[in-house]
């Protein structure tokens, strides 16, 4: 049965923590916990730096630009390029969520997510 996009709630933001970046004024590491629910789709967004993760649970089909799309899984680890929309960011699962921590050392008061108008 397809995903009724409309029905699916948001993706949850989690800020666990940050902390300045010494020799870096300006700058902060944070990091975050993302959680898709069920069906959820977060496809069309950007970074504006790299960040580093790892999958809690769940699986998320993941892809960049025009890269394949590339299943990452409970366990594992995984990195989300800087500036290429990711094309495909969604949770494999119509059943489970997904859950994983992501790290971005970015510009104070900068986001580290870009979302398509």
Do not use: C
Request: glycine fraction near 8%; charged fraction near 20%.
């Amino acid at each position: 049965m397809p995903v009724n996009r409309e029905a699916v709630k948001p993706i949850h933001r989690t800020l666990l923590g940050s902390a300045p970046v010494e020799g870096l004024p300006g700058w902060e590491t944070r990091l975050y916990l993302i959680e898709y629910v069920p069906g959820a789709d977060g496809s069309g967004h950007r970074h504006p730096v790299v960040g580093l993760g790892y999958m809690l649970s769940g699986t998320i089909l993941s892809a960049f630009a025009d890269d394949e799309v590339v299943p990452i899984q409970e366990g594992q680890s995984f990195v989300d390029a800087a500036h290429l929309v990711h094309t495909v960011s969604r949770n494999a699962s119509a059943t489970e969520p997904v859950r994983f921590v992501i790290a971005y050392t970015v510009k104070q008061d900068e986001p580290v997510t870009v979302l398509p108008k």
